[in-house]
């Protein structure tokens, strides 16, 4: 994708990532596709933990398919 949606991508991480920092979790943005798959990697608590798919697509993916027009999906990837 171009810098511009990558930018946007990593803006909007930028605003829910206190939240996941507040239960000790973070979340890397690894690439954004032509498709507009986000991909990234959650760190720190969010590894390992039973509600991280929820997390990823109640709160990750909707505010990014919400903020930045053609994502289509959030994969977390390891």
Request: charged content about 30%; overall charge neutral; some cysteine.
């Amino acid at each position: 994708m171009n810098d511009a949606m990558n930018e946007r991508v990593k803006k909007a991480l930028e605003s829910i990532r206190p939240y996941l920092q507040a239960d000790g979790g973070d979340v890397e943005l690894v690439k954004v596709t032509e498709q507009g798959i986000v991909e990234v990697k959650l760190t720190g608590a969010c590894v390992g933990c039973p509600m991280s798919q929820m997390t990823l697509r109640a709160g990750v993916e909707r505010a990014l398919i919400r903020e930045v027009p053609g994502i289509r999906r959030v994969e977390a990837v390891s």
